[in-house]
């Protein structure tokens, strides 16, 4: 084990981290409005004088995991109206494709204990355009591209400073801190830096005993007094000291006098004053800030150094072993994903450490109590009324209080449950004990709703999400066996027990019928249906989902897998694996039924899967759009080998007493060959249908895009419409942004590419390569490419999405589209930004820009191409050999 890995072993080197929100303003846990109005109930401009009920933001941050303890960087050029205290962006309301972080950060490097950590922030010299962000997007429509800092202009001539921000771990309650700013411009130019400690406000809710405090007593160390116990934060000689409260400026937001001058944004007011005399004498309180104020020459820098640490040093807090201690963190963190990674290529070597180092970075402390929220907090004013028959009032059983993996900690800083199920997979490569821990989580009672239904996100914890939690848990499980080489069974039989509960709720509520053809709702992929797919449906009817229908199967699949691994270790286990079996061929036969009088799923003249509309009065209209729903068909697959068969006997008896009862009643069986002593495809896709639509997966005039597979087919460029009951419904193909309100219109599932998907379907092609090897062939890309296997089709599917983040020829990463700051500034262009989905005509970065979460697994399929272009080389060298030898 190296360095790193040995300290994975103690899980106290977790206990601080990068666990501060980007933005905890106008999210659902911090609004009490009458109507839900979260956005304009907390805002950016309240957020730098209100406190917080349920967690704490700021930029490049660490806290404790229990966030009492919080420490980020505050800045100031001179010029802005505000101090730089925290990100800021667009609500949903005002941006013209709905909320999005209007500033330039990266995630650099981190590692899974947090020992090392690295963080960059542009910050402009000239004054921050708050005004001109806002009005230029409000004005904007849906059909115009979003208006981006760098649009403004403020980075040209290189006029910003590079804020690095770096913590190195002495040991588990030591942490040295090291923040260095560049002149990038070619002027002098002045900042002022205020690292910044300061205590969450939890006495004001009644939730402390005692107030805790900051104390400065002594030169160069504030003490924090604290139920956690006693810290000191350490620190080069300042220009001077502030200190204030964290509390509520009540006069500036309500116009009520404030108890005391020493509130949460007297920071702002003294240095935008220059006026500091008041503090002067304010030695104890809540938030602290040494001030230090430069003028740095051009092309030049300048580091400070801070520590904050449980321990009392009695020497020099800042000597030789300080920056002794970053070389260590940084060739410790070196050794650390050498070890992990499969490629020898520097540029992916270097897209992956930066897809790591954002899936760490975006950890986060969330918390929220639904029954104190819905009910509000003593010596509060109560909330409205009809708060408690309005937002996720049926779920009064969560209870969430715990570090999670985001999906971007500005835009979406609230966890999505089938988001965090693609997370584990990649940080299940570095850390897999975090990753079990983080699947496990949601299956726990205090997550999971009594019926059974995992929470979506706080903007309805009653939404439907993909089914994908068995998935990850598998993956998570294989992952962690291949690079441990031990079965952690203990993992899957705790999440398959709650999983069979999860199972049940789905098969209660969303198959309305009892004809295992199942509804869902809009299942994650928001506007890509002609309609809002869980709102009240067109003409009263059912709206049978082919994607709802294929995560069903997919999930029996997952469970059955699951349960013949387990089986293996605990024979009781192995009743249960024909039940999962069997139900999957009750989905595959009612997915793919063909009959008199029959509208199904499947069209064979056109080749595709299609949702159902069922209408009262007993029609049935298709929605024929060619879309990832038909596509997901291709998920449900599993290829039981032979030699698993062999050591499950009862389940394999089984399997053949039902195939023969099924052709003896003249019903279909989704197994098309059984042999025995022969390995066996479970494919929710029998092989002709398979065929038709893996054609159209690799036609770039339909699916196959330079970035990978689209969410929609690229014929729709053409609309499609259809008439339901006299109401036209339609939509078409839009590569980037879309053009709707369906969600707040800030995502868009009409024709980008989004990377959870095609993972899926990566990996999907892989299972169905294990099963027909060269037996089953495909023209790459359709009409003019060569004749490949699925493996091959599925590799350079997989080197598409990675070429993303790639420079080509010239330098130039697709991801950062036409902006060419990132393909000639030195400064810029080994920057990599994980965007939540890609243009599908050129594979520019679209939605959320820290999005590292789920096109995270970008990060795996690195390592997967490396391993087949590694075993390719070795086996192209072994023929040359036997060729030599003959």
Sequence with gaps: ???????????????????????????????????????????????????????????AGISDDMQRICFAVTLWNGKDPILKERLFGL?????????????????????PSHAYMKHLYKYPQSEYPYADLVNTNRNRSKFEREYELLDTGIFNGSKYFDVFTEYAKNDTEDTCIRITVHNRGDETAYIALLPTLWLRNLWSFGLMNEKPSIHLE??????????????????????????????TNTERLYNIPNKTPFVKDAFHTAVQQQRFDWLVEKKEGSKFAPMYEFNIEPQSSITIKLRLSKQLLLSDAFDKNFDTLFEKRISE????????????????????????????????????????????DKGQISPPESRKSGRNHQWHSLNNEDIISMPDKWEYPWYAAWDLAFHC?????????????????????????????????????????????????????????????KCDIDFLERAFQKLLINFTWWVNRKDH??????????????????????????????????DGTSWMAMYCLNMLEMALEISQHNP??????????????????????????????????????????????????????????????????????????????????????????????????????????????????????????????????????????????????????????GEEFGLNYQPAEGNTNLF??????????????????????????????????????????????????????AKRLISVFEKDADGKRPVNGDELIYQYDPHFKNLVLFYEYFHGDNAGGVGASHQTGWTGVVAELINRVAKLENESKKKMKEEVVMERTT
């Design 572 to 725: 009781n286990y192995e009743d249960v694996t024909t039940k999962f079996f069997e139900h999957f061929v009750y989905i595959a036969e009612s997915l793919n039924r063909i009959g008199e009088n029959w509208t199904g799923s499947w069209d064979d003249e056109e080749g595709f899967f299609y949702d159902v509309l069922a209408l009262p009065d007993g029609r049935y209209i298709p929605l024929k759009v060619r879309s990832l729903v038909g596509l997901s068909t291709m998920f449900a697959v599993l290829v039981l080998k032979k030699d698993l068969l062999g050591k499950v006997p009862d389940f394999h008896k089984r399997l053949k007493w039902f195939q023969k009862y099924r052709e003896d009643n003249g019903q279909y069986l989704v197994i098309e060959e059984l042999k025995d002593n022969d390995d066996i495809l479970l494919s929710l896709v029998p092989r002709p249908r398979l065929d038709k639509l893996l054609k159209a997966l690799v036609d770039e005039k339909e699916f196959l895009s330079p970035g990978g597979i689209r969410a929609i087919s690229k014929l729709h460029e053409t609309p499609y419409s259809v008439n339901i009951n």
């Design 744 to 797: 707040g219109g800030n995502s868009n599932w009409r024709g980008p590419v989004w990377m959870p998907m095609n993972y899926l379907l990566v990996s999907a092609l892989q299972h169905y390569y294990d099963y027909y090897k060269d037996n089953f062939k495909l023209v790459f890309p359709s009409g003019y490419g060569n004749e490949i296997n699925l493996q091959d089709v599925s590799k350079e599917i």
């Design 218 to 247: 002594t030169p160069g160390v504030a003490e924090v007094r604290h139920e956690l116990g006693n810290y000191h934060f350490y620190f080069e000689q300042p220009g001077r000291t502030l200190m204030t409260e964290n509390e």
């Design 513 to 546: 019928k009892g004809n295992n053809v199942f509804e869902g709702g809009f299942l994650g992929l928001d506007n890509i249906g002609v309609f809002d797919r869980s709102s009240a449906i067109p003409g009263g009817g059912i709206l049978e989902q082919a």
């Design 333 to 376: 963190a070196d050794e650390f994903y050498q070890s992990i990674t499969e490629t020898k290529d520097a540029e992916r070597f270097n897209i992956q450490r930066q897809a790591f180092a954002g899936m760490l970075w975006s950890k986060q402390y969330f918390n929220i109590d639904i029954p104190k929220w819905l009910n509000g």
């Design 91 to 111: 609500t949903g309301n005002e941006g013209n494709h709905g909320e999005d972080v209007k500033e330039l950060y990266y995630y650099l490097d981190n590692t």
């Design 425 to 485: 997979v990649p940080l299940s490569l570095i850390d897999p004990q975090f990753a079990k821990e983080q699947l496990i989580l949601f299956l726990r009672e205090w997550y999971m709703h009594p019926n059974g239904q995992l929470p979506a996100y706080e903007w309805a914890f009653g939404d439907v999400n993909p089914p994908v939690h068995a998935w990850s848990c598998l993956q998570v499980y294989k992952n962690d066996k291949a690079k441990t080489g």
């Design 1 to 59: 084990m190296n360095k790193e890995q040995l300290r994975l072993q103690n899980p106290l080197w977790r206990k601080w981290g990068p666990y501060l929100s980007e933005r905890q303003w106008g999210t659902v846990r911090e609004d009490y409005s009458e109507h839900g109005e979260a956005w304009d109930y907390f805002s950016h401009d309240h957020a730098r004088s209100r406190v917080y009920r349920w967690g704490e933001d700021g930029i």
